[in-house]
């Protein structure tokens, strides 16, 4: 899509956002909601170059599995810790809040570190899905019933997953290196859905764009991220 | 046997970035559970929430919150609930995520008729959403009357099968509807067919007879 038809598209989003009755949400959480996706596909300020080293990273939760190593956890805990707390306060968690759910995020990471399994998920994901639970149980009504892999009555899979196992931890690096490269209104649907908690009708009603067009645009930017991960040398 | 209808991804991005209501995360969570195919893009889609907090700008951490941490790490770990477990009849093909809301099985919960052929039951469930929940039931060879839809259906399949003009839907197979669909889901005849259903909005009777049902799905 040519860059000055996202400019329109924004330009029209955010007018309608400031318009009389548009907004159903504080007028804040909606310009929060928007800062950024106008501007450059990387947002200056609030998104950092990625640093994932997979390898590095699951030495360490190893070292914390096998040998209760304090170091190797106080070096997660350096990397992780600041990202989980901005994660929190993305997703409008009171800062004094964020900083003790980012304790307890980073104290189930020491607990649970030996059901840390590399082949499913690189050391970034499987922390996000605990933050992501920690907030859920936190600050929702909602309960989140969760995918339980030793259920008997899951479906097994065909094969083992000989080539998800060499890349689990990849696929983080890949993706992460990808998403700055998204067009800035993909960007923006991924950001809404995993650091604003708006599922794609919250969008969509958010936007006020047509439910196809969030739709399509996520599915492009899957589709984008999805190639990052197949197209494996 | 493999689903054959999947979940579409912005269902499955709902889920994975923790935005969907209670509800959808039950349906999704289910179909997770029954579905192979799914279960590898999940992980893909989870691994982009890693991916966004390793790009996200840090925020700085308090030396006195690192040091609080560090110094907990020997605290005694505190024990989780223990799940409560199933009644020996418990119908054991029901996936977890599903089994809380079903706590005394499938024949414990209060049906309404709905015609002939089918009947519902609402799970309860905390959230607030506009998002419902309940099972359906098909007795085998029977249908429920055509209908459409105000909002977004999301029907899995849990056992048995049914057809309708959108193909037929087995074991662990999602059809997701709206409000352009107006259909007559048809059981197969050797079994029952039971389904978990999510809906949005009511859904509304569009034949001739059945349109007197319709004062019955209002809630």
């Known amino acids: 899509m040519p860059s000055d038809m996202q400019h329109v598209n924004q330009r029209h989003a955010e007018r309608r956002l400031a318009g009389e009755g548009a907004p159903r949400l504080p007028a804040g959480l909606a310009a929060a909601a928007l ?128 080539d998800a196992v060499v890349l689990a931890g990849e696929w983080e690096q890949r993706i992460a290196s990808a998403i700055g490269e998204l067009p800035p209104e993909q960007a923006q649907m991924l950001r809404l859905a995993y650091f604003e908690d708006r599922s794609h009708s919250d969008i969509a009603a958010l936007l006020h764009l047509p439910m196809g067009t969030v739709k399509s645009r996520l599915r492009l930017a899957i589709g984008r991220l999805r190639s990052k991960f197949e197209n494996v040398p | 046997m493999k689903p054959t209808h999947h979940l579409s991804d912005e269902w499955l991005i709902d889920y994975a970035a923790g935005a969907a209501p209670e509800p959808v995360s039950v349906l999704v969570a289910t179909h997770l559970a029954l579905c192979p195919d799914c279960r590898a893009s999940y992980r893909r889609l989870e691994a982009i929430g890693g991916a966004l907090l390793e790009v996200a700008s840090p925020v700085a951490v308090g030396a006195a919150a690192r040091e609080s941490v560090l110094a907990r790490l020997d605290d005694p770990v505190p024990i989780p609930a223990a799940m409560p477990t199933p009644p020996a009849n418990f119908p054991s093909q029901l996936p977890r995520p599903l089994r809380d809301y079903v706590p005394n099985g499938l024949a414990a919960l209060s049906w309404q008729r709905l015609g002939r052929g089918a009947a519902i039951a609402w799970l309860r469930c905390a959230s607030t959403t506009p998002y419902k929940m309940l099972m359906l039931r098909i007795a085998a060879g029977g249908s429920v009357p055509r209908h459409t839809h105000r909002g977004n259906e999301l029907v899995l399949v849990l056992q048995g099968a049914y057809v309708d003009h959108l ?45 007197l049902l319709n004062p019955l799905l209002r809630r």
Request: proline share 9%; with cysteine.
């Open chain 1, 35 to 162: 800062a950024g996706p106008a501007k450059a596909p990387v947002e200056t300020g609030v998104w950092a170059e990625s640093t994932i080293d997979p390898d590095r990273f699951a030495a360490l939760l190893k070292a914390v599995a096998a040998k209760r190593d304090r170091a190797a956890f106080a070096t997660l805990f350096d990397h992780f810790a600041p990202r989980v707390k901005a994660y929190l306060i993305r997703l409008r968690t009171e800062p004094a809040v964020a900083e003790e759910l980012m304790q307890e995020v980073m104290l189930t990471v020491w607990r649970r570190a030996d059901g840390y399994d590399p082949t499913r998920a690189g050391v970034a994901t499987w922390i996000f899905t605990i933050a992501r639970n920690r907030r859920i149980d936190t600050a929702r009504r909602d309960r989140r019933p969760e995918l339980d892999p030793s259920d008997p009555a899951l479906t097994p899979e065909p094969s083992p997953l000989a």
């Open chain 2, 167 to 211: 193909g037929r839907f087995g074991p662990g197979d999602v059809a997701i509807a709206d409000d352009s669909i107006d259909h007559r889901p048809i059981a197969d005849k050797g079994e029952d067919c039971f389904c978990l259903a999510v809906v949005d909005a009511p859904i509304r009777f569009t034949g001739v007879f059945s349109r």
